[in-house]
């Protein structure tokens, strides 16, 4: 498994997008779409679109965004759909063909801070969902969507912040290191240790990781910074209960693709002792749909100015 290599059938992002995020389960699955339907409309709403545009889906994955423009949208929109990865282009591109939209769309392989290949002013708007998360430099992805966009163009951004989430790891260790572990039973050194594989638990981690060293604040900074005017940040938080009510399902899906599955550090990072008892405290909680999540999204809208 490779994280970007044109040759693979498949790599970090695809495993996750397509398999891991829904544990390959029907029900999970089909919650999951109904949901991701929702955020693909709420980031084309910001957009503003018309037929006859075109839109650049950044970081299109298996073409959330664009797909469902072309559907909304008709036959004379045009989508320039980017990725790192080869294995989701390549998925991406089949499924459009299969759907009869493919000369519609175009499909490159960029990093988002780096859209080379793609002209200056070319395109009607940017949408992105979900992707600045895991690009190292988000201020010049940011100058690469005003770069792109012609004068009054858009941008409309949905990202996760899963900063909360570390600094929910950071707490956690911070109280397990004042607590005996000696034999192995105090369930929250054992649930340290899974978030702690998932999200980074110190500030230091927390400040040179990606997904955690930034905030919905940092967004409109960066939109400032690359120039973009009439800049709008909405940050939503949703608490309720958590879709996974199933151990197996659960133990198969991991929350970013950089995050192993609580199966898998359950099975690398636990005894034998320490997996019985975490499941024996933990799985009736699953099972009897007594879990919260919260999640965090941060929408910005942005022009880029016409002078
Ligand atoms: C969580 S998925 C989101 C996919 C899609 N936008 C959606 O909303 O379903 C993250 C996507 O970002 C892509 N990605 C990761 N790093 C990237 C980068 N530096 N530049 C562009 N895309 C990147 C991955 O390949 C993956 O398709």
Redesign the pocket.
Known sequence: MNQCNPQAQSDI?SDW?LHTRHADDPLQEQNLRAR?QQ?ADRVLDGAELFTGMTLAD?????G??GFRAIERFGPFLRVLM????AP?LGHTEAVARLNGIVEQCTFLQ????SLDGVEGASVDAVA????LA??ADKAAALREFHRILKPGGRLSIAEPIMRDDAIEACSLRKMVEGMPDKAGDNFFHLLHRWKAAQFPDTEEKMSTNPIANYGERDLVRFALEAGFTDVHMEFHIDVRPTEFNSWPVLLDTSPH?LAPTLGEILAEKFTEDERRFFESVYRPQVESRLLLTAERTAYLTAVKARR
């Open positions: 992002w997008l991701l955020y950044i970081g299109t994955g298996d959330l965004i980017t990725d790192i990865s989701l960029r990093s988002a801070e992105t969902r979900a992707v895991y690009v693709p």
